[in-house]
């Protein structure tokens, strides 16, 4: 609502709630208690203080609800996060997760206008949420339903990643992704790529110890079949995606070489590579996508 900022720190049981409205009386009205080390002046805090809630061991994130006044923190030593009214100065309701939350994130939950409903627990620890398979657990990840008075755990899911950490919600509705690229096109550009050919104009030149190829790709088939070339030979390959069905990807390296490529559909990718040794080495898509 623009009317108060909510700070939490590990090290402190309590969320502070700052007015805004006391910030900016205080700066007009010159009462600072001290300057930082730069020469910023320091508002004292009871001067822009609008309430404190002891909320429990190691509060770190908060983000909001839909409701007026209520916010969600994580708090990390407790591994619960702890639902709050910050206008009034009370906690509502907690509920552990499992386990030593660090960030989480409800819809929208960090813009003026949260959507509520649903909260992520993006948890650091799983031990023993899951069945293991070595010493390496997943991070557990809870999908928590805070849509009624009282927070109620629906579902677990493990993801193998690192640190969990910041992440934010968006509504579907206001995404609108390309599915596919117009063929021909530079990615990083968003521009049609000069290497770029249909199907039939596939070409091999060679200039000295240069060799460009325009190829084409397709399900089953990569165009051209062979590249021949001599030992020292530096190699340039564009790629063209011809397909037009969604999500039909490919890939390309050549073996032993250091070399691959992900190719969207309608995308163009470029890859280069000097053939230092002599012998055959095939050429394939990654995707086994037929």
Request: aromatic content about 8%; glycine content about 8%.
């Amino acid at each position: 609502d623009g009317k108060y900022i909510a700070v939490g720190g590990k090290l402190d049981t309590h969320a502070s709630v700052y007015s805004f409205e006391k910030i900016q009386a205080a700066i007009q009205a010159g009462k600072f208690e001290s300057k930082d080390p730069y020469g910023v002046p320091v508002i004292g805090m009871k001067e822009a203080l609008h309430t404190q809630v002891q909320l429990g061991l190691g509060p770190l994130h908060t983000q909001y609800d839909s409701k007026p006044c209520v916010a969600y923190t994580s708090m990390y030593v407790d591994s619960q996060v702890a639902k709050w009214d910050y206008c009034q100065g009370k906690v509502l309701d907690k509920i552990s997760v499992h386990y030593n939350i660090g960030h989480l994130m409800t819809m929208e939950g960090d813009s003026a206008d949260p959507k509520g409903r649903y909260l992520v627990a993006p948890n650091k620890l799983a031990i023993d949420r899951f069945v293991p398979v070595g010493p390496l657990h997943p991070q557990n990840h809870q999908l928590i339903d805070i849509s009624n008075d009282k927070m109620q755990l629906l579902y677990d899911m493990p993801l193998p990643l690192g640190e969990p950490h910041y992440v934010v919600a968006i509504e579907a509705t206001k995404l609108k992704p390309g599915v596919r690229y117009k063929v021909g096109t530079d990615s990083r550009t968003d521009k049609p790529h000069p290497g770029a050919v249909r199907a039939g104009e596939e070409t091999t030149t060679k200039k000295g110890n240069k060799i460009e190829v325009k190829g084409t790709l397709i399900r089953s088939h990569i165009t051209p079949e062979t590249i021949e070339a001599e030992v020292g030979d530096e190699i340039t390959v564009h790629l063209t995606n011809l397909e037009r069905a969604q999500d039909e990807t490919h890939g390309f390296t050549v073996s032993t070489y250091n070399v691959h490529a992900s190719i969207e559909p309608g995308k163009t990718v470029t890859v280069k590579f000097k053939a230092d040794k002599e012998g055959v080495y095939p050429y394939y898509c990654t995707y086994f996508c037929s």
